[in-house]
């Protein structure tokens, strides 16, 4: 039986949410936007619906909602999968109300007769669930899952006419603007450097600026820091701000509440920089060093400097 992908723009989640789609059945067709998207066959994909009204190439969960709906009706497939990204869930949540059908987020496997596997609270609770409707709607959480490939040729590209008025593109993005750690995004980045309470304030973050500088790495914090106003919500890691999984993550002056720790456990190497020996965190982290980390980042950005110059 069909199942139908949504496949975000440059969204290496995405590929990780086909290998869980393959679990529910076959053919897989997927909606994309803007892009032909023929390698998706490797993944498994027999057949990419591209959208090609120029108003969907930005962001647009209601009208991207709506194309979903379109293929739904064409395809017939017994489930709609997407990534369990920020624009993955409010997508599907578009497409769960529309339809006056349950979606169930952050799914990482799927059983027989609808039965899933969900993380909830902040990956601290797995939970078994059925859900309870022909077309099943979810999403899958990030980092969960493996994209693996599998012996799949060229996708076929068919080209969806979709019917939207503009009631569809009520909210849609109509403008980006650079982070400071532009260019690097926090969710793909090898290495994270993050600051909490312990940076002491906005300024403060100059010197985690520096080093990540020096590591092509990105900038992340608690959310104490964005609740202060020190770095944009964006910034933020944990349960209530983006996943990561980078090769090392560095908490500077982090305690590692398990909010905190919900965003961050899906790192290779954890490193803690603080100044208690009894912070949580120490508990999570493979390496610690116990300090001021007004003394000891600077030292580690002058050793690397100093390694990088000889
Ligand atoms: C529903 C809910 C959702 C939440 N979601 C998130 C989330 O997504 N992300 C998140 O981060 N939090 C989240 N929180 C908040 C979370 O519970 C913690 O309050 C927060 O993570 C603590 O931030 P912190 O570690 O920066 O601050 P603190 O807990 O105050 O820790 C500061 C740490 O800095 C150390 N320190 C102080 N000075 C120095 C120094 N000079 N050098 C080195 N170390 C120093 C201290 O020893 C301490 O360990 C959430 C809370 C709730 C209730």
């Not at 949504?6 to 086909?18: G, R, T, V, Y």
């Not at 790192?267 to 116990?290: F, G, H, Q, T």
């Amino acid at each position: 039986m069909p199942v139908l992908a949504l496949i975000e723009p440059n969204e290496e989640l995405s590929l990780q949410a086909l290998s869980l789609a393959r679990d529910l059945g076959q053919p897989i067709h997927a909606f994309a936007v803007g892009e032909a998207h023929v390698e998706l066959g490797a993944y498994g994909v027999q057949t990419v619906h591209v959208a090609e009204d120029e108003r969907l190439s930005a962001y647009a969960p209601a009208a991207w909602a709506a194309c979903l709906e379109q293929l739904i009706d064409r395809i017939e497939p017994t489930a709609v999968v997407a990534a369990g990204t920020s624009r993955g869930n409010e997508v599907l949540g578009h497409l769960a109300a529309r339809r006056n059908l349950p979606f169930a987020a952050n799914c990482i496997a799927v059983g027989s007769e609808g039965t899933v596997t969900r993380v909830r609270w902040g990956g601290s609770l797995l939970e078994e669930a059925r859900i309870d409707s022909e077309l099943k709607i979810l999403s899958v959480a990030p980092h969960m899952v493996e994209a693996t490939t599998v012996n799949g040729g060229v996708a076929n590209v068919e080209t969806v006419q979709a019917n939207l008025d503009d009631g569809e593109f009520v909210v849609r993005v109509i403008e980006h603007a650079e982070t400071r750690s532009a260019g690097i995004s926090l969710a793909e980045a090898k290495v994270v450097i993050s600051g909490g309470r312990g940076v002491g304030s906005a300024d403060g973050f100059g010197m985690l600026e520096e080093l990540a500088g020096l590591l092509n790495a990105a900038v992340g914090c608690s959310r104490v820091v964005t609740m202060a106003g020190w770095r944009p919500h964006t910034d933020q890691v944990g349960q209530t701000g983006t996943k990561v999984a980078p090769d090392l993550y560095i908490a500077c002056g982090i305690s590692g509440a398990t909010q905190h720790i919900a965003g961050c456990k899906g790192a290779k190497k954890i490193l803690a920089i603080n100044s208690d020996a009894e912070a949580p965190i120490l508990a999570s982290a493979d390496y610690a060093v116990i300090g001021d980390l007004a003394e000891v980042v600077p030292a580690i950005t002058a050793e690397l400097r100093k390694a990088q110059s000889s």
